[in-house]
């Protein structure tokens, strides 16, 4: 099992979550967050702003479903077919151990 992790832009979060309900995956956790990349946020004039907004759609996914998942994101995160700067990224860590709190059993 695996937890992914994709830091989007805000005004794309309710596409990329379509698009992953459409693919079959439904389940989800959405936060917003802040954070800078590689660029040390953006100069506006003589302001900086380093703390830009972001969404993050944590998942967890059995192995064998994980190039999927990223497929979609990856497809629907992009602003451009370039892509651009703070498009955003995508983590994916190893999940030791689920638990399904209603029921009190292991696994999702």
């Not at 695996?2 to 995956?25: C, M, Q, T």
């Not at 917003?32 to 993050?56: A, L, N, S, W």
Request: hydrophobic share 40%; no cysteine.
């Amino acid at each position: 099992m695996l937890l992914i992790r994709a830091i989007v832009r805000p005004e794309k979060k309710d596409e990329v979550l379509g698009e992953l309900s459409s693919a079959g995956f439904h389940a989800a956790t959405v936060v917003d967050v802040v954070g800078r990349g590689k660029q040390k946020g953006i100069k506006i004039g003589g302001i900086v702003y380093d703390e830009i907004p972001k969404t993050m759609i944590l998942m967890a996914v059995p192995d064998e479903e994980k190039d999927q998942v990223i497929g979609v994101i990856l497809r629907t995160a992009k602003t451009s077919d370039k892509g651009a700067y703070g498009d955003g990224k995508i983590f994916v860590s190893p999940v030791e151990e689920v638990y399904t709190i209603s029921k009190g059993s292991q696994g999702l």
